[in-house]
């Protein structure tokens, strides 16, 4: 059983993590933990995860547990992608959890089609918990040199800013409201520092 838990408060999570930093393996882990719990997850992606990094977080659950995750390409335009995530969501048995793993391109202004979508999700899912992962942009004038994208329009639709960051040794610093929380990445996902 995975033991650490991330101190997400709000059903709306938006994670902007530096590159590398674990941003999908906090993910996974957060799917292992709702699985375990008996909920269902939904991962929508552009590509899915590393299959090494995936077997190492989730293979070790029942097969039937496993058939709980269910995943779907994020690929081409984002409102269907996202109608098609709110469809599953509303219509399977025990969805706790629904993932949009790097949601936004990589680099520059996230498009407004893309971030009126994800709203648009994150209204209709009710008390699902929607994780949103992306990258931090640069901000050559911040003391970490990263900024959070459109963290502003993000916190107004409704949405907890969390940052994902590489501290020395390896250590990974989740950096969100009010709260702060140290973690290394591991074979079964996360662990507290």
Do not use: C
């Not at 650490?4 to 674990?22: D, K, Y």
């Not at 269910?70 to 706790?96: F, I, K």
């Not at 971030?115 to 942009?137: N, R």
């Not at 459109?150 to 409201?177: C, H, M, N, Y």
Request: charged share 20%.
């Amino acid at each position: 059983m995975a033991s650490w838990r991330p101190a997400f408060q709000a059903t709306n999570v938006h994670l902007a993590s530096e590159a590398g930093a674990g941003a999908t393996s906090l993910a996974l882990h957060m799917a292992k933990l709702v699985l375990e719990d008996g909920g269902r997850v939904l991962w929508a992606a552009p590509e899915m995860p590393d299959p090494s990094r995936f077997s190492q977080v989730l293979g070790g659950l029942p097969p039937t547990v496993a058939t709980r995750f269910h995943a779907m390409n994020l690929v081409g335009r984002m409102d269907l992608v996202t109608n098609s995530l709110l469809q599953a969501a509303t219509s399977l048995p025990s969805v706790g959890l629904v993932v949009m793993d790097d949601w936004a391109p990589t680099t520059g202004r996230i498009p407004k089609a893309s971030f009126d979508a994800l709203s648009g999700l994150a209204s209709g899912l009710g008390d699902i918990t929607l994780l949103a992962t992306t990258k931090l942009g640069t901000d050559m004038e911040a003391e970490d040199g990263y900024r959070v994208r459109s963290e502003d329009r993000l916190i107004d639709a409704g949405f907890s800013s969390w940052t994902l960051t590489v501290q020395p040794k390896g250590v990974r610093r989740l950096e969100g409201p009010d709260m702060t929380q140290h973690v290394r990445v591991v074979d079964k996902g996360l662990d507290a520092v």
